[in-house]
């Protein structure tokens, strides 16, 4: 903030001390006798922009630089999400394309963990853009603001997920060989091969956390129930029922590459059937040509 007033002056956020203005010039010999001098006049109160307030209040750093992005995220979180869920909501920034930030609210219970709980989304997110082959929005920064409201800024991934694909599949009677063919199965399999490889678990693999990007590719989102070291077991109950495996329900100790298996392979079946694999309700016809 060294090319800006510095909004920390005297402990008073509302007003700026000005400098003195120079004194003018001393008037010549024979002058008058100096008149007392007035008291300063106290300066006018200082209406603060988003960016300054947040420079002067609890602004916690865990990931890049947040002080390009601090005051755009105020104002664009102001409108409406274009997409909202148990994680938060996401919203679009006008002034940069192709970026989009994820606000998540502290709602309660240990401020501690919850804090704990965006570090770690955050690291394994700034991790697996680093994974070779595999495909993860990247990561600009993120920060927590006044103490119960957490940001994180990444690239947009366009074309939407694999559940809107679905529903685009039924709705609009697209060819059902769009989704359900060997390259997007390919795929979904290799980027989950090199991220068990690199030692992580998604635990709740979805068509709602699969995005697709320009180019038709998958894109694995939403780190907040990975798990490092994937070959340790877990009794953590996570996931989505109608895609979790047996075994992480039934809160036994379950190996969580396995687990995600078992989740993929819900979807590779909701692909081919239009169908929600563990409950009856149907989206739309069954498929009945052959996935290969």
Known sequence: ?????NPWVNGDLTKVREAPAEAPAPAPAEAPAEAPAEAPAEAPALELSPLMLCEASSVETIHGDPSKWIESCMKAADGTPFASGG???????PQFE???FKKIRFKGGSYT?????????VSVHAVLCTVEGFKAPNLECAFILEEDCAFIVMEEIKNGDLFEAVNDVIAYKKEHTSLCNKSLLRKLLENLAALHAAGFAHRDIKPENILLDHNGDPVYIDYGFFTEKGEKESTKR?????YVAPEVM??????GPTADIFSLGCVFYMLARLNYPNRPKRFGPIATHSIW
């Open 113 to 121: 963990a919850w804090v704990n709980e965006i570090t770690e989304e």
């Open 250 to 255: 039934s809160m036994a100790f379950y190996h």
């Open 1 to 5: 903030m060294s090319a800006r007033f």
């Open 98 to 100: 192709g970026i989009v």
């Open 238 to 242: 996570c996931g989505t029922p109608e």
């Open 87 to 93: 994680f938060g909501e996401v919203f679009r920034i």
